[in-house]
Each structure stands twice: as C-alpha cells, then as structure tokens.
C-alpha cells in the first residue's frame, strides 16, 4: 500500500503565500518512475489538475497558476511541493497530492486525503 500525506494548508490573505508538502510512503521503490501532481477542488467544482512533475526539466501548470505557483520534488524524500505565490481568492480549494506509476502495468496512482487552502481578503 502506498499513503500520501500532505500539509501546508490553511487560511491566507489575497497575495500572500503557502508552501504545501506532499510525502509519499509505503510500497515505493524507483519514486523517480512516478509523476508526482497537485490537482484541487473548489466547491461545487470538478477536481482540476493544477501542476505535475516528472523531473526537474519537466514540469507543467494549469494556465490558472503559471507564473505564481512552482512545483518541485525530492525523490529521496519521495515528496512533492508546491509553492503557491501571490494567491487570489479563486485559489480557495482543498489540494490534492497524486503520483502515477509511469513503470507498473496498469499506472496505479495514488490520492492524497487533501489539505484546504482558503483565500481570503
């Protein structure tokens, strides 16, 4: 079994920043075959991917966050970051981890439970 916690969340003014973590345990071996993503969901919303990593040369975001959010990994800490900036009220959602087996037949992936990201004025 593979878990996924993530931390960072909570409540922040309109232009601030938050930094949120996602650490992977478990049945991992080669995290570096994983594509690791945020994605987040508002209320009332479908669930949007936001931004995936596959290494540090490849990455790609939602047109919605290019320029204010960045994502970065640490496969010997088999976690995810992403480091929201200047945030905007349209930011307010619970955001979710996910990594996707590029090598295991069938790409398991796996959920995070989310952590609730508030922007408020």
């Known amino acids: 079994q593979v878990q996924l916690v993530e931390s960072g969340g909570g409540l922040v003014q309109i232009g601030g920043t938050l930094r949120l973590s996602c650490a992977a345990s478990?049945?991992?071996?080669?995290?570096?075959?994983?594509?690791m993503s945020w994605y987040r969901q508002a209320p009332g919303k479908q669930r949007e991917l936001v931004a995936v990593?596959?290494?540090?040369?490849?990455?790609t975001y939602a047109d919605s966050v290019k320029g204010r959010f960045t994502i970065s990994r640490d496969n010997a800490k088999n976690s995810v970051y992403l480091q929201m900036n200047s945030l905007k009220p349209e930011d307010t959602a619970v955001y979710y981890c996910?990594?996707?087996?590029?090598?295991?037949?069938?790409?398991?992936?796996?959920w995070g439970q989310g952590t609730q990201v508030t922007v408020s004025s």
């Open positions: 996910n990594i996707k087996s590029r090598a295991i037949i069938g790409n398991p992936d796996y």
């Open positions: 478990g049945s991992i071996s080669s995290i570096y075959s994983y594509d």
């Open positions: 990593i596959r290494s540090s040369t490849w990455t």
